[in-house]
């Protein structure tokens, strides 16, 4: 791949993994530079959080995101802050000006961001500000937008919320999807046991499913929402 800046946005820490890993390390490898923005702080929302008591336990799990990022070959990996689970409370304005602020300082050509109709909320509200933020006006510099499939949340939609997931464009992610692996393995609390669909064995089952459907070894899905030529 030819030399290009590429920023993956995504609503939690592990998002950016699960959904397009392997691909942040295919670009990686192929010379581009890849920006990570992940939106919400991650852990805030579970049960019993303190923020003065487990302050710690935040910095460690924006760390393992850095960790995460920097075994797939990404540049770096910021986080914005917004509350986790509580991206609704805010107005949409401040979440795509904060986008709008990342893509102004990092100029990709590709924007990777979160599938619409996931179940989780948090995932839906940033591809709605990400959609916001790459609108193709004049003397904009991103030309590719896709959105990927996060597993537990995507699949867990059961297509009721639109806009359904619908793979259009396939990533080969053969030589890539054990650093994927590894990668996931750095977020010791996001991780499950299989069946979960962030096990190691679910998430390998989903890059063969994907590359299958695509005449691949193994493969990431994403949707095309917008290119320009």
């Given amino acids: 791949m030819s030399a290009m800046n590429v920023l993956v946005i995504a609503a939690h820490p592990d998002d950016e993994v699960l959904g397009c890993g392997g691909t942040i390390a295919r670009f990686a490898s192929g010379g ?8 919400a702080n991650g852990l805030t929302s579970r049960p ?6 487990d302050a710690g336990a935040l910095t460690v799990h924006h760390e393992r995101a850095r960790r995460a990022g920097a075994l797939l070959g990404a540049q770096e990996v910021n986080v914005a ?8 409370t805010l107005p949409l304005l401040d979440i795509t000006q904060a986008i709008e602020r990342e893509i102004a300082r990092v100029r990709p050509a590709i924007v990777f961001t979160q599938h619409g109709g996931d ?15 790459t609108r193709p006006m004049a003397g904009g ?11 537990s949340s995507s699949e867990w939609a059961f297509g009721q919320f639109e806009p359904r997931f619908q793979p259009s464009v396939f990533f080969d992610i053969s030589a890539h999807l054990d650093a994927k692996i590894a990668a996931m393995q750095v977020y010791e609390s996001e991780t499950r046991a299989f069946p979960h669909p962030r096990s190691p064995e679910a998430l390998r ?14 493969a ?5 929402v917008r290119i320009l030529r």
């Fill in 119 to 133: 179940l989780n909320l948090d995932h839906a509200i940033t591809f709605r500000a990400t959609l916001t933020a």
């Fill in 205 to 218: 089952a989903l890059a063969l499913q994907r590359g299958a459907a695509a005449g691949l070894p193994a």
């Fill in 81 to 88: 802050g917004f509350p986790d689970q509580r991206m609704d």
């Fill in 32 to 39: 581009a530079a890849v920006s990570v923005l992940i939106l």
């Fill in 220 to 224: 990431e899905a994403f949707h095309c």
């Fill in 48 to 53: 019993g959080f303190d923020p003065v008591r």
């Fill in 141 to 151: 510099v991103v030309r590719e937008l896709y959105s990927y499939e996060v597993p």
